[in-house]
């Protein structure tokens, strides 16, 4: 008995010197490669158009899609954010010109213990890079202080407007709304029926 208990509390601290080992581990901001794979991956908002005449696409990872409103994305999330010049066009629109950084956000367990106190983003960390995929060496500490009031979005600037869209998309009045359309062609079409059987 005392052996399985003292086996037990072994295997405790094993996993709590595994975790402080993985944390130790964990990378900081700048240290997560750019997937390469990212423009296979769904929307999460794009076409956002900047006053700086830029527009912005961002991505999510799979991983990040299982998440409801309210909650936060689960360890494995990652976000790509393209940056693209715009021009202007004769017609008021913006369109796009070159790709000019891509910026990534991903989360796993304990990457956010690196970050000074007071600017840990929960286990968020950042990086950036130029439109040709080399490295930018910024100052994380901006990416950081911009994203850190978001608090209950999960430091995510587009939280709303994603599930909002989601919800949409698979919202019961919306499926009501094509079965009353189903209805009332199935109406119409008994109707015409009506109306042919009478003229004959
Ligand atoms: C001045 C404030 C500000 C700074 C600084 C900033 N961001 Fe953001 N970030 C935003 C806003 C606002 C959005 C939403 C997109 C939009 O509407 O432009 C965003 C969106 C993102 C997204 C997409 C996920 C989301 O929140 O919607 C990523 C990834 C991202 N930023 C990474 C970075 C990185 C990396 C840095 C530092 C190199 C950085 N950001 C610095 C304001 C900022």
Redesign the pocket.
Known sequence: MKKIAIAAASVALLAACASSKMAENAPKDGEVGMPSNYQSWPV??SG?E?SSGHI?D?YINQEGTKTKKGENFPNGTQ???EIYKADKGTDGKLSKTQLEKV???AKGEGWGVSAPEGMKNGDWI???FDGKGQALK?D?G??R???LPLTDKD?????DKYFDMKASLDSPSYADMLSAHAGMVALNNAEATQASALLQ
């Not at 430091?155 to 939280?159: M, W």
């Open positions: 999460f908002v956002i900047k912005r961002i976000f790509v954010m910026f990534v956000m950042y990086s950036a910024p994380y901006t990416c202080g911009c994203h430091y995510v600037f587009h939280y």
